[in-house]
């Protein structure tokens, strides 16, 4: 089919970073293998890393990159209350630019990609040009519940965050514009797509964010009899990874099972959570490592039995879905992108009620996982069939598919207006 002209909007691009720079970097090559495109990114930190792997990359002749400049000197001095400030400047600046490279273009679509969070839509929709937004989140609030079990300053971030988020969702302005100008909008999760069509009534297909590169040789997972059951947790330590319920549930499920629970990551919680594996009487149990390289983190994941991700807000970790492609089974809550793609077919779901209930809920799986051998290797296998399906190779023929839904929403529109 006939390759667009798009414009992409994505302030984090990164080929070798994950989270939002990975997404960026990601979506950007599955979308230039359909379309040209002309990537509108931030002009520090992230335009000259993406040209340079573009150099060599074959489809270096389909991506323009456009390094936007953002201005910090606010945020040396009022630190992450500014950080909005200075956002809304990049982006103001990135519709000028965009302006101008219609003039000379003429776009068929631009796709306002990440930052995903759906408090900075930037100003792109204002565009007379078909206009995609999405993966969009940052809907998900923390549960209420949960908050005690967070330590104090955790509670009280998380506490004033939903707060704040419940008045943003509800009251900005440029975001109910961007919702209605959009001529398609994808959620990053279920939780995103029904606070989409409940606020803004508009409907919005969940398509997760993140994804994986195949797996070339998935382990399928058993446990033998009396060997130790070996859990992994990763991500950063903060609040809303629920640390702590994980660990009280290795604590609960050590007076009966053998087991070993490795964490890989950093963060401000990596005190607490220390502090807690020794109040809970599991230190020798727990092996913290730290942020480690990402090949590392594979290999632990390939030698162990379970991913447990306890996670209460957020979109969709990168963790899961490489987790999965190693045919891991997951441990979760079942909430946020990950409480979409762990499948009763791949891992166990836990419902958000209160801490107490996660903690018993957690534990007594994994002494389920630890007893039933076979169950544990149908989640495994399930998992590693299933992976295609999270695959970054599946982005661009879904995106490809909302560009042309875009523009013929939009020529529909058009018909609408003007009454014929």
Same mark, same amino acid.
């Given at each position: ?32 293998r359909h ?11 992230f335009a ?125 302005? /440029?975001? *109910? ?6 001529? !398609?909008?994808?959620? =990053?999760?279920? %939780?995103?797509?029904? &606070?989409? @069509?409940?606020?803004?009534g508009r ?24 060997? /130790?059951? *070996? ?6 330590? !903060?609040?809303?990874? =629920?640390?702590? %319920?994980?660990?009280? &549930?290795? @604590? ?169």
């Amino acid at each position: 089919m006939e390759r667009l002209k798009v414009l992409v909007s994505a302030y984090a691009c990164h080929p070798e970073q994950g989270s939002e720079p990975g997404v960026g970097w990601n979506w950007l090559k599955e979308i230039a293998r359909h379309h040209d495109v002309w990537l509108l990114t931030e002009a520090e930190r992230f335009a000259p890393a993406t040209e340079s792997a573009l150099e060599s990359h074959q489809l270096r002749d389909a991506v323009k990159v456009i390094g936007i400049p953002r201005e910090r000197r606010a945020e040396r001095w009022l630190k992450s209350l500014a950080y909005y400030h200075t956002y809304e400047r990049w982006q103001r600046a990135a519709l000028e630019r965009a302006r101008e490279l219609h003039r000379h273009v003429g776009f068929d679509v631009i796709h306002q990609l990440n930052m995903i969070g759906y408090r900075e839509p930037g100003f792109l929709w204002s565009l007379d040009v078909p206009f995609v937004w999405g993966p969009i989140g940052g809907f998900a609030q923390m549960p209420w519940r949960y908050l005690h079990a967070m330590g104090p300053s955790g509670a009280m971030s998380l506490g004033f965050r939903n707060l704040a988020n419940e008045m943003q969702m509800r009251l900005s302005r /440029r975001v *109910r514009a961007a919702m209605q100008a959009s001529d !398609v909008l994808i959620s =990053a999760t279920s %939780v995103d797509r029904v &606070a989409i @069509a409940k606020l803004y009534g508009r409907q919005a297909p969940v398509v997760h964010e993140t994804g994986t590169a195949p797996e070339s040789e998935p382990i399928v997972r058993t446990i033998r009899e009396g060997e /130790r059951l *070996r859990v992994l947790w990763c991500g950063r330590m !903060v609040p809303s990874k =629920a640390v702590g %319920v994980a660990l009280q &549930a290795v @604590a609960r499920a050590s007076r009966t099972i053998p087991i070993e629970f490795h964490l890989c990551g950093d963060g401000p919680q990596q005190p607490f959570a220390r502090g807690l594996a020794e109040q809970l009487g599991i230190q020798g149990l727990c092996y913290f490592h730290g942020q480690r390289p990402r090949a590392e983190v594979i290999d632990r994941m390939r030698s162990s039995h379970v991913l447990f991700f306890p996670s209460l807000k957020e979109a969709t970790s990168a963790t899961v879905p490489e987790a999965l492609a190693t045919g891991l089974p997951v441990l979760c809550h079942d909430t946020c992108g990950h409480g979409d793609i762990v499948t009763k077919e791949v891992g166990i779901g836990v419902p958000v009620s209160d801490p107490p209930s996660s903690v018993e809920a957690f534990a007594n799986a994994l002494v389920s996982l630890s007893h039933e051998p076979e169950r544990l290797r149908a989640y495994s296998i399930a998992a590693a069939e299933g992976a295609p399906r999270l695959a970054w190779s599946a982005k661009g023929d879904a995106a490809d598919a909302w560009y042309r839904e875009a523009i013929a929403n939009r020529q529909s529109r058009g018909y609408l207006l003007s009454g014929s």
